[in-house]
C-alpha cells in the first residue's frame, strides 16, 4: 500500500529514488510532475531518476484503451480496475486529458468519473494534459509509465481522448490495445478507421445492459465480421470481440482472462519481449527527435531568423521546404543567412 510522504520540501535525486521504490503516493506523485516539467534543471533531474530505476521497471502490464466520447471508458476503467484491485493487483490509471487549444487548460475531471479508484489505497489516478499530441496521449506517458511500474504497480492503464487521432502513438506504448465501442455498430462500423481496427488487440462493445443487449450482439457479430477481412497484426493472436457493461459489471472478467491470454501466447512466441525491445528504441528516437528540435529552437540565429522566414511561408513568397532547408544551413554553418 502507498504511504504518505511526510514533507513538501525540495527532493534529492536519492529522495525521489526512495520515495518511488517505497511507494510513498506523494512522492509518486512528485516524480511524475518532475518528468512532466519543461524546465531544464527538471528534465535532467528526471532522466537521472530514470535511469536510476529503470532496472526496477518492465515488470507490468500494459494496457491502453481507447474509444469515441461516450463510450463509457471512465465508467470500464472504474469497474475493472476496482475487480483488479479486489484480487490483489495494485493498478495506475494514466488519465489523459483533451487540452484546450485556446486556452491550454485541461479537464482534469478523471478522478470524479473514477469515484471508487479514486479512494480505493490500491490504485492511483494520475490525470495528465495531452498539449495537443497526437493519439491522445502525452509526450510524458512513457516514463510515467516507468516511474508506476518502479513504484510496483502490477497493471498501468492508458485512457486515451479517443477523439479520431491517431491511436497508434498509443498502441505503440502498451502491450494490449483494447477498442470500446458502443451498441449499434451499422452507422459506427461505418465510421471507424480501419488503422484503429488493425491494431486493436480486442474490441469490447460496451454499454452490453438493458435495452440495449441485442444491439451490443448485433454489433459485437458485424465486428468480428470486419476483423475477419483483416490481416491480425501479430501472428500469435487473433483479436477476440466482446460484450461487456462497466455499469453493470459485466463481461470485464473475461476481459480480464483475455488480457492475460495475449501475454502468455506472446511471452511463449517471443513477440512479447521483442515488442518491448522496439518499444524502447522507438522511444529513444522521438526523444532524440524532441532534443534535436529543442537545441534547434534555442539557437540565437535560428530565432533571429525563424520570424523573417515564418512571414514569408504565410505570404505566399516562399515555400515551406526552402524555409526549412535555410534554417538547415543556419545550423550547418552556424551562421545567419543573408
Not at 32 to 46: C, D, G, N, P, Q
Not at 200 to 221: L, Q
Not at 239 to 247: I, M, Y
Not at 269 to 275: C, L, V
Amino acid at each position: 500500500m502507498l504511504t504518505t510522504a511526510p514533507h513538501r520540501n525540495e527532493l534529492t535525486l536519492e529522495d525521489y529514488f526512495a520515495g518511488v521504490l517505497a511507494r510513498e503516493r506523494a512522492v509518486l506523485a512528485r516524480a511524475i510532475t518532475l518528468v512532466e516539467s519543461s524546465k531544464l534543471e527538471h528534465r535532467r533531474l528526471a532522466q537521472r531518476l530514470l535511469q536510476e530505476l529503470l532496472a526496477y521497471t518492465g515488470g507490468a502490464h500494459r494496457i491502453g484503451i481507447t474509444g469515441v466520447p461516450g463510450v463509457g471508458k471512465s465508467t470500464a476503467i472504474d469497474q475493472l480496475g476496482t475487480n483488479l484491485t479486489g484480487q490483489g493487483y495494485r493498478v495506475a490509471v494514466l488519465a489523459v486529458d483533451p487540452t484546450s487549444t485556446r486556452s491550454g487548460g485541461s479537464i482534469l475531471g478523471d478522478k470524479t468519473r473514477m469515484a471508487r479508484l479514486a479512494t480505493d489505497r490500491q490504485a492511483f489516478i494520475r490525470p495528465s494534459p495531452t498539449a495537443g499530441t497526437l493519439g491522445g496521449v502525452t509526450k510524458k506517458t512513457r516514463e510515467t509509465m516507468a516511474i508506476c511500474e518502479a513504484a510496483g504497480f502490477d497493471i498501468i492503464i492508458v485512457e486515451t481522448v479517443g477523439v479520431g487521432q491517431s491511436e497508434t502513438a498509443v498502441a505503440e506504448m502498451v502491450d494490449f490495445f483494447l477498442v470500446l465501442t458502443l451498441p449499434g455498430a451499422g452507422d459506427e462500423l461505418q465510421g471507424i478507421k480501419k488503422g484503429v481496427l488493425e491494431i486493436a488487440d480486442m474490441i469490447a462493445v460496451n454499454k452490453a445492459d438493458g435495452d440495449n443487449v441485442a444491439r451490443a450482439n448485433r454489433a459485437a457479430a458485424e465486428y468480428r465480421g470486419a476483423l475477419n477481412i483483416l490481416t491480425p497484426q501479430s501472428p500469435n493472436w487473433s483479436p477476440p470481440v466482446l460484450t461487456v457493461s462497466g455499469l453493470e459489471n459485466k463481461g470485464l472478467d473475461e476481459l480480464w482472462e483475455r488480457i492475460k491470454e495475449h501475454r502468455k501466447a506472446l511471452t511463449a512466441s517471443g513477440e512479447f519481449h521483442e515488442r518491448r525491445q522496439s518499444q524502447a528504441v522507438k522511444w529513444m528516437y522521438e526523444m532524440l527527435e524532441d532534443r534535436v528540435l529543442a537545441t534547434l529552437m534555442a539557437n540565437p540565429k535560428v530565432d533571429e531568423r525563424l520570424p523573417v522566414l515564418e512571414a514569408q511561408v504565410r505570404d505566399g513568397e516562399l515555400t515551406p521546404t526552402n524555409a526549412v532547408e535555410q534554417i538547415a544551413e543556419i545550423m550547418a554553418l552556424g551562421k545567419a543567412l543573408p
